[in-house]
């Protein structure tokens, strides 16, 4: 680079950002940058004009308090751009900052001697040039300036601003001051501080200012991979917006083509219905309009010959008027068609059903929290709402869809109950073993891996606990004839034979009561509200009925050897008589209401009973073979 585009770039460097002139008296913000004081003070008078208490940096828009001073003036100077300035006067001609730094002549330099670091003017240059101890000196003219003296005018040493001590470079830094000092200032004003060499010292705060720029530019890195993101999210949004108002437009005009060949089918149609209507007018019409005809000219003939009043002619004709006059008139005349009544309506007015769905949630981070699913056993999973950084969020306008199908193919009936979480629960009750197809829809978007299978497989009974033992006391057994469960509160009924009771128990298998028998029980079951407990007894062949309080009820029918008991859909107690080989029905109250009697049972008398939950059959099994009744 020549001398010249040098200047032109320092002179770009040390420009003023507010006034667009080289920098003058550059003062700098806390934010780095730098201004000339005169700028950043007419910046804090029009905000004080403005009622504001802070400036922003024009650079990066940083916030500073005005000071009260009403002056930036405390604020630090650019040692760069001071040096910056200093160097751009020497190309100037117009402006000579610079100074003799030998003659108290104060005139203006020509000259620079880079061993002495001190600028000349031309008489002392004179004088320089001539001593033998500075004949050999480095030395430049200002108007010889090169690049390469250029650089080391900005690069040279500092020197000292006390009086007296002009002519010493700035050597050493006091660890005590902060403060950087000539060796006259270390020996007069910082006796017995810590000095440390301007250059040592340099390098301990360079290692510190490398390590937080170095902070800074991993900062840097962090927001531009920050602003990357963003600017592909706000890629993303732009171009679903468009795709959404794209597909929204493709919508209405495909709803405006279906109502246009709607419109042309119910034009057709009324025409259709016009052209019926008049060729049905026309007809009628014509019909008329021909008889009309006819008896008009049947009177202009009547009236012509009535006229002529000739009496031969008259007696002659008379024949033919009076029969054609009985023709005429007996003639069917046809009624006047009306038309069918035509009205135009509309069921219900015409309603679009899209919307515009604003949400967080980003469908494509959206997953769901599979558990074991057994058959005839409640299931559930978890839908989780998520948004584009994969954060559970929740979104109250969200829709979830899902769509479960079992191994055949069939929808089954699920419930989503919305946690207001994120989290959205799943329910369904498998019937069958095999593989469900399981689709979930979120915002009208499938999730990542949906439609998926999950494998449903036979539910596995395990050991939970056992009830009693051997003996009479409460909660054991002499020998068990039946058990049954309440739907309604889960109590335990154990039919206890030889000890002629029916003890109850809680779910969790603790004793609660017994009911005491005058025979042994041979069956016992619940009905499906759980208020009354129905056994069969052998003292009598009768049916006891029993609340769960253990109040007995009475009951009507006879048996000879009652041995089954269930209860169907419509509330029937069915018992399985054995030696009447019959089937009796009584009611909940035990009033006897019918009875069956198969010749299919034979000599087979009925012992067990069961009801089909699904299609309300009856089967009766006796030793050799199963009877089924609908």
Request: net charge negative; hydrophobic share 35%; with cysteine.
């Amino acid at each position: 680079m020549d001398v010249e585009q040098l200047f032109k770039s320092l002179k770009t460097e040390a420009e003023c950002p507010l006034c667009l002139e080289t920098i003058k008296n550059p003062k700098t913000l806390p934010c780095l940058h730098s201004f000339c004081l005169e700028c950043l003070d007419e910046l804090a008078n029009f905000a004080r004009r403005q009622l504001q208490t802070t400036i922003k940096c024009p650079v990066c828009q940083t916030s500073f308090q005005i000071p009260d001073t009403d002056t930036f003036a405390n604020l630090p100077s650019s040692f760069h751009l001071n040096r910056l300035v200093d160097v751009l006067a020497l190309e100037d001609g117009t402006i000579q900052t610079q100074r003799c730094n030998t003659c108290d002549e104060n005139n203006s330099v020509t000259s620079y001697c880079f061993v002495c670091q001190s600028f000349l003017c031309a008489s002392c240059f004179k004088y320089h040039q001539r001593f033998k101890a500075t004949r050999g000196h480095r030395n430049v003219l200002m108007d010889n300036l090169q690049a390469q003296d250029v650089q080391e005018l900005i690069q040279r040493p500092v020197m000292c601003s006390q009086q007296y001590h002009e002519d010493q470079p700035l050597e050493f830094y006091c660890e005590d001051c902060k403060v950087l000092v000539c060796h006259k200032c270390s020996v007069v004003n910082h006796n017995r501080h810590s000095m440390t060499d301007i250059q040592k010292a340099a390098e301990e705060h360079k290692l510190k200012m490398a390590e937080v720029v170095a902070k800074v530019k991993a900062e840097i890195l962090l927001y531009e991979d920050q602003i990357k993101k963003q600017t592909e999210l706000k890629n993303q949004n732009i171009a679903d917006i468009m795709n959404a108002e794209k597909k929204m437009i493709d919508t209405v005009e495909e709803l405006i083509r279906d109502l246009r060949e709607h419109e042309k089918k119910m034009k057709d149609k009324f025409r259709e219905i016009y052209e019926a209507e008049q060729k049905q007018h026309a007809a009628r019409l014509g019909n008329l309009e021909l008889i009309n005809t006819q008896l008009k000219s049947f009177v202009e003939r009547g009236q012509g010959i009535l006229e002529r009043n000739i009496s031969a002619e008259i007696l002659q004709t008379n024949p033919a008027i009076i029969g054609r006059c009985d023709e005429l008139l007996n003639t069917r005349k046809p009624n006047v068609y009306n038309s069918s009544y035509l009205r135009y309506f509309v069921d219900k007015k015409f309603i679009l059903l899209d919307q515009i769905l604003v949400t967080r949630t980003d469908p494509s981070m959206c997953l769901t929290e599979y558990h074991d699913s057994e058959t005839g056993k409640e299931s559930k999973f978890v839908v989780v709402t998520r948004d584009s950084e994969g954060l559970q969020c929740y979104q109250q306008d969200d829709q979830i869809k899902v769509d479960i199908l079992n191994p055949e193919g069939d929808h089954l009936r699920t419930e989503l109950k919305d946690s207001k979480d994120g989290k959205y629960i799943v329910t369904y009750t498998p019937q069958c073993v095999g593989k469900y197809s399981v689709e979930i829809q979120v915002n009208a978007q499938l999730l990542t891996g949906s439609p998926c299978v999950v494998q449903v497989r036979e539910h596995q009974y395990q050991f939970n606990f056992k009830l009693g033992s051997r003996g009479k006391r409460e909660g054991e057994f002499h020998f068990i004839r039946d058990i049954a469960v309440s739907d309604k509160t889960g109590t335990i009924a154990v039919a206890d034979y030889l000890n002629k009771r029916i003890q109850l128990f809680s779910p969790g298998g603790k004793f609660q009561k017994e009911i005491r028998l005058a025979g042994n029980p041979l069956s016992v079951a619940f009905t499906g509200s759980g208020d009354l407990l129905t056994l069969v007894s052998e003292s009598n062949n009768k049916l006891c009925l029993f609340s769960e309080e253990g109040c007995e009820g009475s009951s009507d029918g006879q048996f000879k050897y009652p041995v089954g008991l269930v209860i169907d859909k419509c509330n029937q107690l069915v018992v399985c008589d054995v030696k009447n080989g019959r089937l009796q029905f009584f009611n909940l109250k035990g009033k006897f209401l019918s009875k069956l009697w198969d010749e299919c049972f034979n000599k087979e008398l009925p012992r067990y009973v069961a009801i089909s939950n699904n299609n309300n059959n009856l089967l009766v099994a006796d030793l050799r073979n199963v009877h089924i009744f609908h």
